[in-house]
C-alpha cells in the first residue's frame, strides 16, 4: 500500500530559484566538500583500508577550515573574557599550554596519569602536539584551537574513555556537553563544531551496520554528557599540573566528576570488524 505523505508536505513552500547552483541558507549545505564527506563518512562501514582516526583530515577539517568565520569568533571570545571572569583570566594570564617533550613524559612514574600517556604515546608512535610545535600562540582563537587538540588524549583518560574507536565517543560526547556549561551558547557551539560531525560519525556507522554495539555506544554517550555537563571547563584546566598523580587523584584535582571507565573493548572488535559477533560470542562461551 502507498503512503499519502500529502499531510506532511501541505506547508512547503518551493522558493523560486535565483542561482544556477545549488544554494541554501545553510552555510554547511553550501559547502560541496562537507555534503560528500557526510555522506561518506556518515553511511560507510568500518574496514582497514581507510582506519577510522583518518576520517577527518579527508575533508572534515578542510571543509571547518573553510566555513570558519574568524571575526566572528573572536568577537565571540572577546564578549566572554569581558563577563566572564574565569575566561578572562584563562586566556590573559594562564594559557596552559603543553610544553613538554618525550623525554618529559618518560620520567613519570608507570601508573601516574603522565606514566599511562607516555605508554600511550610510545606504544602507538603518536607525536606530541600534532605539529604545532612549542610556541605558544598570541590570539586567542588559535590558542584555543591548539590547546583543543593538545588536550584529547588527556580526557580519554580523564573521561574513562578507552584508546580504541568506540572509546573515542567519550571525550566526543564530553566535548559537545561540557562547553555548554561554562561558555556561552555561541561560543560552545563554535568551539565544538569539529565534535558535532565527528562524533555523529561515528554514532550513524553503529547503528548502520553493528547493532551489537549499540547499548554500548548509548552507554557511552550517556556517560560522556553527564561527566561533561558537571565537570568544570577542560579548557582552562592545568592538565599539566597533575600529570605526576595518579588517574583518580588527577580527575579529583581537575575537577572531573561523575566518571566510569568505561570498557570497550570486546565491543570495539565488532566495531572495527576485527571479529563477527558470532565468534565473539564463541569465545566468551
Known amino acids: 500500500m502507498d503512503r499519502d505523505y500529502t499531510y506532511f508536505t501541505a506547508g512547503i513552500r518551493q522558493a523560486q530559484p535565483t542561482s544556477s547552483n545549488l544554494l541554501s541558507t545553510s552555510k554547511y549545505l553550501n559547502h560541496a566538500g562537507l555534503r560528500d564527506w557526510l555522506v561518506t563518512h556518515f553511511l560507510r562501514r568500518n574496514g582497514p583500508d581507510i582506519p577510522i582516526p583518518s576520517d577527518?583530515?579527508?575533508?572534515?577539517?578542510?571543509?571547518?577550515?573553510?566555513?570558519?568565520?574568524?571575526?566572528?569568533?573572536?568577537?565571540?571570545?572577546?564578549?566572554?573574557?569581558?563577563?566572564?571572569?574565569?575566561?578572562?583570566?584563562?586566556?590573559?594570564?594562564?594559557?596552559?599550554?603543553?610544553?613538554?617533550?618525550?623525554?618529559?613524559?618518560?620520567?613519570?612514574?608507570?601508573?601516574?596519569?603522565g606514566g599511562i600517556y607516555y605508554r600511550h604515546l610510545a606504544d602507538n608512535g603518536y607525536a606530541l602536539n600534532l605539529g604545532w610545535g612549542y610556541e605558544v600562540p598570541k590570539d586567542d582563537l588559535t590558542y584555543i584551537r591548539i590547546r583543543s587538540g593538545q588536550i584529547h588524549d588527556f580526557e580519554h583518560l580523564m573521561t574513562g574513555g578507552q584508546f580504541n574507536s568506540l572509546?573515542?565517543?567519550?571525550?566526543?560526547?564530553?566535548?559537545?556537553?561540557?562547553?555548554?556549561?561554562?561558555?556561552?551558547?555561541?561560543?560552545?557551539?563554535?568551539?565544538?563544531?569539529?565534535?558535532?560531525?565527528?562524533?555523529?560519525?561515528?554514532?550513524?556507522?553503529?547503528?548502520?551496520?553493528?547493532?551489537?554495539?549499540?547499548?554500548?555506544v548509548l552507554n557511552l554517550m550517556t556517560q560522556a554528557m553527564l561527566v561533561g555537563k558537571t565537570s568544570e571547563s577542560t579548557h582552562m584546566m592545568n592538565y599539566e599540573s597533575v600529570l605526576h598523580l595518579p588517574i583518580t587523584e588527577a580527575r579529583e584535582a581537575l575537577g572531573f566528576r561523575n566518571v566510569i571507565d568505561m570498557d570497550t573493548r570486546e565491543m570495539d572488535l565488532i566495531y572495527t570488524e576485527q571479529v563477527l559477533p558470532d565468534e565473539l560470542a564463541q569465545a566468551a562461551e
Do not use: C
Open 56 to 113: 577527518p583530515v579527508m575533508g572534515l577539517n578542510q571543509a571547518m577550515d573553510d566555513l570558519r568565520d574568524e571575526k566572528e569568533m573572536t568577537r565571540l571570545i572577546d564578549i566572554e573574557k569581558e563577563k566572564n571572569p574565569k575566561v578572562r583570566k584563562w586566556l590573559d594570564e594562564e594559557r596552559h599550554y603543553m610544553g613538554l617533550t618525550m623525554e618529559d613524559f618518560a620520567k613519570f612514574e608507570p601508573e601516574t596519569f
Open 167 to 216: 572509546g573515542e565517543l567519550m571525550p566526543y560526547y564530553f566535548r559537545l556537553s561540557n562547553p555548554f556549561s561554562h561558555f556561552s551558547p555561541e561560543l560552545a557551539a563554535g568551539i565544538s563544531q569539529m565534535f558535532i560531525f565527528g562524533g555523529t560519525r561515528l554514532v550513524m556507522r553503529a547503528f548502520l551496520h553493528y547493532p551489537q554495539v549499540w547499548p554500548t
